[in-house]
Every structure is written in structure tokens, then in C-alpha cells.
């Protein structure tokens, strides 16, 4: 018990440093899902900590995921109007976004080299954790591995969706830019959405929700499709 307080307070007092440098550069480079992952690597590294003891305390934040993400349904109910005016575009962008998604994981995955189960575990890597990692099984990926590619894909994403975002010209509706973020970055990209605004974090929140909801329907008949006509 007692090392499993010692870790979970460990990762705590990380994040929270992790996150003042981000506040204080506002640099994604410095964001707490690059930053914080690296300094407790380093720490499991340098103390030689087996992975499996530190999982013990960790393992309960990762169990805070699902209850925070329910979380979202707030902004949601607020601008709900503003929802139900755009829901047919949203759900549009969001189906076609997740089949997209889909396809060109398995064609890095392919053209990588990689196996059946490294494939279907980077298929649903578009998705938020927890829904992905049930995905992920459902396709009869590894969730651990799912995990990761879901972080990556959340860093890269709204690094790459802030760079359209300041450098575009036609990427200033509210409404756009939050499809983007949720769509692109699932949660990592809706933390960000809401640096932006209310309504960038609430759609991007939908969409991620979205995004969750139709791949867990399409991801199994995509994947099956894709296989096959990769003879794989």
C-alpha cells in the first residue's frame, strides 16, 4: 500500500511541475503528456523501479479516465443549441474523419512491416484512451499498445492541428476549429480546444465522443475489409 501511495504521489507532484512549465512557455513541446512521461521514465530508469510496481499507483489515474470524460457532458448541455444547429455536419465530419483514420493506420502498419495484432492495435489509435483500449481488444489488438499510439496521435495531432490553426486562413470558425481538435487529437486535442475557447472545447468534445461511438461500430467491418483486400 504504501509504495503504491509513493507512486501515485510520485506521478501527481510530476504533472503538476510538468504543468506550471507548460503555463509558463504555453510551448506544446512542453506539454504535461510530452514532458511528464519522459522525467517518470527517467525515474523508473535511473532507480531501477520494475514497471509492474509502479503500475500499482498509477493504474488509478488511468481508472479517473472514464468519470472525466463523462465530465464533458457539461460544456456540451451549455451550448446544446449551437450543437443541434451543426450536429448533421459534425456527425458527417466525424464519420468520414474516423474511417480515414482507420484505413491509414492499417496502411502505415502495412506498409511498416507490421503484424495482425500491431495493425489492429494502432487501427483505433484516433479515439480516446478508454474507448480505444476496448476497441483495440475487440479487434484483437493489445490495449497497452493501443495506449500508446493514442497518446502519440494526441501530441502529434494538435501540434499539427495549432499549426493549421495559426497559420490557415480559412480555419476561423469556432465550429471548425473544435472538429479539428476532436477529430484529429481526441482528448489531448480537446484540452487544447478549450485554451481557445468554451465553444472550440465543446464541440471538439462532441466530436471526440463522436469519433468514439462510430469507430466502435465501423473499426471491426473496416478493419475486416482492409485485411483482406491487403492480403494480410
Not at 509558463?24 to 503528456?33: A, N
Not at 457532458?73 to 448533421?88: S, W
Not at 499539427?160 to 482528448?187: N, R
Amino acid at each position: 500500500m504504501s509504495l503504491m501511495v509513493l507512486y501515485l504521489s510520485l506521478t501527481l507532484v510530476v504533472y503538476i511541475l510538468s504543468k506550471k512549465l507548460y503555463h509558463r512557455t504555453q510551448h506544446m513541446l512542453c506539454s504535461p503528456l510530452i514532458i511528464c512521461p519522459i522525467i517518470l521514465l527517467g525515474i523508473l530508469v535511473v532507480f531501477q523501479i520494475p514497471y509492474d510496481n509502479y503500475a500499482k499507483g498509477g493504474k488509478w489515474l488511468s481508472l479517473m479516465l472514464q468519470p472525466a470524460t463523462v465530465a464533458l457532458a457539461v460544456p456540451l448541455y451549455k451550448y446544446r443549441a449551437t450543437v443541434k444547429k451543426h450536429l448533421t455536419e459534425i456527425l458527417v465530419g466525424v464519420t468520414g474523419g474516423a474511417a480515414v483514420a482507420i484505413v491509414t493506420s492499417l496502411l502505415i502498419g502495412r506498409y511498416m512491416g507490421a503484424d495482425l495484432q500491431l495493425m489492429a492495435s494502432m487501427a483505433p489509435r484516433s479515439v480516446t484512451v478508454p474507448m480505444a483500449m476496448s476497441i483495440s481488444e475487440i479487434l484483437g489488438g493489445n490495449p497497452s499498445l493501443t495506449a500508446v499510439f493514442v497518446i502519440l496521435t494526441g501530441i502529434t495531432g494538435t501540434l499539427f492541428v495549432t499549426f493549421m490553426l495559426k497559420y490557415g486562413t480559412v480555419f476561423k470558425s469556432p465550429i471548425t476549429k473544435g472538429m479539428l481538435y476532436g477529430i484529429t487529437a481526441h482528448g489531448t486535442g480537446t484540452a487544447k480546444a478549450f485554451e481557445a475557447g468554451e465553444m472550440e472545447g465543446a464541440i471538439s468534445s462532441l466530436a471526440m465522443i463522436f469519433m468514439g461511438i462510430i469507430t466502435t461500430l465501423i473499426a471491426p467491418e473496416i478493419v475486416n475489409i482492409c485485411f483482406s483486400l491487403l492480403d494480410v
